[in-house]
């Protein structure tokens, strides 16, 4: 009897011994969440921090849009060495990758993009599709976003050169059509907002100044030339002044006028918008 009395107090001890050591220790699942939310809450930190610093009072929704959007591209890189290794962490295809850890993937950016356009109070929505990526169609990320009161897509990502080239930012996904975006995107319509038909005359100004004549066009070129420091130049000019020959046309005047000699350059794809092309020129050989 005695003996199985000792036994009987033995194992109460024991029972409740190990009750305390777990009482003592995490929570494996909720430590997990813990850090979830931790690592939640300094997304949403950095996210307002980002927002009060680029949105003003008096933006429209454009320049609210065209803001983040710039901010994203000069402060975040796409992670390309990981990509290449195959070896991309899971923060990449995270809004924290993008804002706080500054190297993303296209979910990452899309994700970081909504997170930015809810405080900012603009409609928007993430894509998920695939996308043309020079040998193939492989499984991309983008997104919607509603500006004055037509959904138009913008696909941050492809507007961030990669490998990343500082201080340069594109604008050949921003705010385009449906048919824009079908020349190498492909996404089910059906679960989608229909995005605009065209783009519209007044978003071009977002980019600098508009073109109507090829001296005016001469004399914004060397402008924004001069203020990005010989890196890069945007300009928008009239559909009607464009041709197969108008580049060298125009840096033949810049050399004659300013006295800059350009003999090589890169740039960009005509982009439409309304009535207007808006072109971006880079990697010039003087």
């Known amino acids: 009897m005695r003996k199985h009395l000792n036994f009987l107090k033995r194992t109460l001890f024991t029972v409740l011994l190990c009750l305390c050591v777990a009482a003592s220790m ?15 809450k300094q997304t949403d930190k950095k996210a307002k921090a980002i927002i009060k610093k680029v949105i003003t009072a008096g933006m429209t929704d454009a320049e609210k849009v065209k803001a983040v959007h710039d901010y994203l591209v000069l402060n975040c890189a796409y992670d390309y060495e990981n990509l290449l290794r195959g070896t991309i962490p899971s923060v990449s295809y995270t809004a924290k990758g993008a804002l706080l850890k500054k190297k993303a993937v296209c979910q990452g950016y899309a994700e970081s993009f909504k997170l930015l356009m809810d405080m900012a109070g ?57 048919s824009k975006m079908d020349d190498d995107h492909r996404w089910k319509r059906s679960a989608y907002k229909k995005c605009a038909t065209d783009h519209a005359d007044k978003f071009v100004q977002l980019f600098g100044t508009v073109c109507e004549t090829a001296d005016e066009a001469v004399d914004a070129f060397y402008k924004d030339y001069t203020q990005h420091q010989g890196s890069q130049s945007t300009i928008i000019i009239n559909k009607k002044l464009y041709s197969d020959s108008f ?13 800059i000699s350009i003999h090589g350059w890169r740039y960009t794809t005509p982009t439409a918008y309304g009535s207007y092309y808006m072109i971006q020129y880079s990697d010039f050989q003087n």
């Open 122 to 178: 603009i409609p928007c929505k993430m894509v998920t599709g695939t996308a043309d990526n020079g040998s193939g169609y492989a499984g991309h990320a983008w997104n919607m976003v509603k500006v004055d009161g037509k959904w138009y897509q913008i696909d941050v990502t492809w507007d961030d050169p990669a490998p990343d080239t500082k201080g340069y930012v594109r604008y050949a996904y921003f705010l385009i059509p449906d």
């Open 247 to 259: 580049d060298y046309g125009m840096f033949d005047d810049l050399e004659e006028r300013y006295g």
């Open 26 to 40: 995490p929570d494996p699942v909720n430590a997990k969440t813990q850090a979830v939310t931790s690592g939640e």
